[in-house]
């Protein structure tokens, strides 16, 4: 399974274009990306997912570069609502057992 | 509405005294999981299954026990709660996403204090 590394904390204003990178060097040729979202005591949930280059959905966009080594979460323009932790997983397309991390803490000011 | 859902949604107990938290899907979703949260430590994986009858160890087993005997339940069972096992707990329930992994759906979480 890989590992997945991430900064333990963030901090940014509202506005903001905010970044999350996420370190996978032993990810594995069927692995896929996925990232989460939770707030406190409740349970994560789902951002986005790719497997290569880029995705973009309604509220995130996903880079991930053609050595797949790292991942890069970008949220557009931040809102005090988007403070909250942010996990990155590399999980298989079968997703048996998964590793969440610490995950990264952002926290999002006025 | 699609959802996971949990009970009880609090809990509090004796050690040794045998509990089960429940979980019940309604997505008819194959794979399904169990994870604990403490603060500090993250999510960590307890068990998982990918179908009826199919369960596996996760990160972190030890005094748990899992059964999927139908597609959409998958309780957990603490036969001897010790204090260490006091946390947050959460099921998940996954399909294939549209980028060909899985997706996983949470339920509220169960928290769990044993005295």
Redesign the interface.
């Known amino acids: 399974l890989a590992k997945t590394t991430q900064p333990i904390s963030m901090d940014s204003y509202e506005g903001q274009e905010v970044n999350i990178t996420c370190s996978h060097n032993n990810i594995a040729t069927n692995d896929?990306i996925?990232w989460?979202q939770q707030f406190p005591?409740?349970?994560?949930?789902?951002i986005i997912?790719?497997?290569k280059t880029k995705?973009t959905n309604e509220v995130a966009s996903l880079f991930i570069p053609a050595d797949r080594k790292s991942s890069t979460l970008s949220l557009p323009r931040v809102s005090l609502s988007d403070t909250a932790v942010y996990?990155c997983l590399a999980?298989?397309?079968?997703?048996?057992?998964?590793?969440?991390?610490?995950?990264t803490t952002l926290s999002v000011s006025s | 509405e699609a959802q996971?859902t949990q009970n009880p949604r609090y809990l509090i107990t004796v050690t040794g005294k045998k509990l089960t938290v429940t979980c019940s899907q309604n997505m008819n979703h194959e794979?399904m999981?169990w994870?604990r949260q403490d603060p500090?430590?993250?999510?960590?994986?307890i068990y998982?299954s990918?179908n009826v009858e199919v369960t596996?160890?996760?990160?972190v087993p030890e005094g748990y026990k899992v059964s999927r005997k139908e597609k959409r339940n998958f309780p957990l069972i603490l036969e001897s709660p010790s204090p260490n096992q006091t946390s947050?707990y959460?099921c998940?329930s996954?399909f294939?996403?549209l980028?060909?992994?899985?997706?996983?759906?949470?339920?509220?979480?169960t928290?769990l204090l044993v005295l």
């Not at chain 1, 005591?41 to 789902?46: A, D, K, N, T, Y």
């Not at chain 2, 596996?56 to 990160?59: I, L, P, Q, T």
Request: hydrophobic share 25%; glycine share 22%; proline share 3%.
């Open positions: 896929y996925t989460y005591s409740q349970g994560p949930r789902f997912q790719g497997y995705v996990y999980q298989t397309e079968a997703g048996t057992a998964l590793i969440f991390g610490k995950g | 996971v794979y999981s994870y500090g430590l993250g999510l960590r994986q998982y990918m596996d160890k996760g990160d947050l959460f998940a996954s294939r996403g980028a060909g992994g899985q997706t996983q759906y949470f339920g509220p979480g928290r």
